[in-house]
């Protein structure tokens, strides 16, 4: 009897794990993707830099998902607030333009990602997808 339910705990506990999603990493950090692609809503993607110059990223907005290729995301729900600076070079020609997204991680905590454009037509692309996702928070 006591076999007989020791049996039954560890199949319930390898199906438990099995069934679990696995992740090692979350949110807009190193993260995976969610284990289901969504299909609805707008979607689009933008080449950017993240955190610091030169750190290639590409960045996916698709349905109420924003994530950070090979990453991980956030669902619009976590969006707390978004600024941008325009850093202008020496040159007439030479912009940096930072995006400051604060968001709530999974565990609660506020976050803060940057995205770095040195493209004004790039920078305007991901603003504008940015507010089209946001507006999936409008009730």
């Known amino acids: 009897m006591r076999e007989r ?75 707390l607030d978004y600024r941008y600076d325009r850093l202008r070079g020496e040159y007439s020609h030479e912009n940096l333009f930072y995006n400051y997204l604060k968001y709530r991680d999974s565990l609660g905590e506020e976050k803060t990602a940057l995205f770095i454009f040195a493209n004004g037509d790039a920078q305007r692309e991901f603003a504008r997808a940015l507010f089209l996702w946001k507006r999936q928070l409008a009730p």
């Open 5 to 79: 339910k020791v049996k039954l705990l560890t199949a319930v506990g390898c199906a438990a794990l099995l069934l679990a999603p696995i992740s090692a990493h979350a949110d807009l950090g190193d993260a995976d993707f969610p284990s289901a692609p969504i299909k609805h809503g707008p979607s689009s993607n933008h080449d950017a830099w993240c955190l610091k110059k030169h750190n290639n990223c590409r960045i996916l907005f698709q349905g109420p998902s924003m994530q950070v290729a090979g990453q991980g995301g956030i669902l619009s729900h976590q969006y």
